[in-house]
C-alpha cells in the first residue's frame, strides 16, 4: 500500500509540473491581435488587422490530412530552415483554413517582424504572406480538434451567424492554440470572415 501512495504522490508531483510548464508557456506565447467589436451568447464578432504570415498550401480538404504534414513544413521554416538559419519564435494560434478545393496553413509572425525581415524559407512550399484586415464570427471550444467537431461548430457558427442575418464572405478557418503534448485546457476556435461595418 505504500508503494501505492508512492507512486501516486510522484504522478501528482509530475502533473502538478507539467501543468505550471504547460501554463507558463502558454503565457508567454504571442496571440494574434484582434479586437472583439461584439459579443452574443455563443459567439463574437471580431476584428483582425493585416498580420504576416508564414503559409502552405494543400490540396487536403480537411484537418486531418493537413494538420501534420503543413505543421511540420512550417515549423521547419521557423525553427532555422530557411536562409539564415534563424530560429523565429511560435505564436499562437495555428490556423487552418479548409474548402471543398483544398486547404492552407499558417503561422502568424511575431508582430516585431515586417514581411521584409523575415528570411526566406529553404522549402518552396513555404510562403510568406501578408493578409487583409478582416471581420470574422469566431466560436470556441475545447478539448482535442477532429474533423467532426470541426465541422460541428461550424455548422453552429454558420446557424448563429445566419439567424443574426449577418452575411458569409469567405471560408471558414479552424485556429488551434495548444500544442500536441497539453492534455488539458485546450482552446480552439472555429471563424469565418463576414460582411460587417462599424
Do not use: H
Amino acid at each position: 500500500m505504500k508503494g501505492f501512495y508512492l507512486v501516486a504522490g510522484i504522478a501528482f508531483v509530475f502533473l502538478m509540473i507539467q501543468s505550471y510548464k504547460v501554463v507558463s508557456s502558454s503565457l508567454k506565447t504571442e496571440n494574434q491581435k484582434y479586437r472583439v467589436v461584439r459579443t452574443e451568447a455563443q459567439f463574437e464578432i471580431r476584428f483582425y488587422p493585416s498580420a504576416t504570415f508564414a503559409k502552405i498550401y494543400s490540396t487536403g480538404t480537411n484537418y486531418k490530412s493537413v494538420a501534420n504534414s503543413g505543421f511540420r513544413k512550417l515549423a521547419g521554416y521557423i525553427f532555422g530552415g530557411n536562409e539564415q538559419k534563424q530560429s523565429i519564435a511560435m505564436t499562437a494560434p495555428v490556423r487552418i483554413e479548409m474548402s471543398d478545393k483544398g486547404s492552407t496553413m499558417s503561422f502568424v509572425m511575431p508582430e516585431k517582424y515586417k514581411e521584409s525581415d523575415l528570411p526566406k524559407p529553404n522549402d518552396s512550399g513555404v510562403q510568406i504572406v501578408k493578409s487583409s484586415p478582416q471581420y470574422v464570427a469566431a466560436i470556441t471550444f475545447g478539448g482535442y480538434a477532429d474533423d467532426e467537431k470541426i465541422k460541428e461548430k461550424r455548422d453552429q457558427l454558420l446557424k448563429l451567424i445566419q439567424e443574426k442575418g449577418i452575411k458569409v464572405a469567405g471560408e471558414y478557418t479552424f485556429l488551434g492554440y495548444n500544442a500536441p503534448f497539453q492534455f488539458w485546457s485546450r482552446k480552439n476556435e472555429v471563424i469565418i470572415p463576414i460582411e460587417w461595418k462599424e
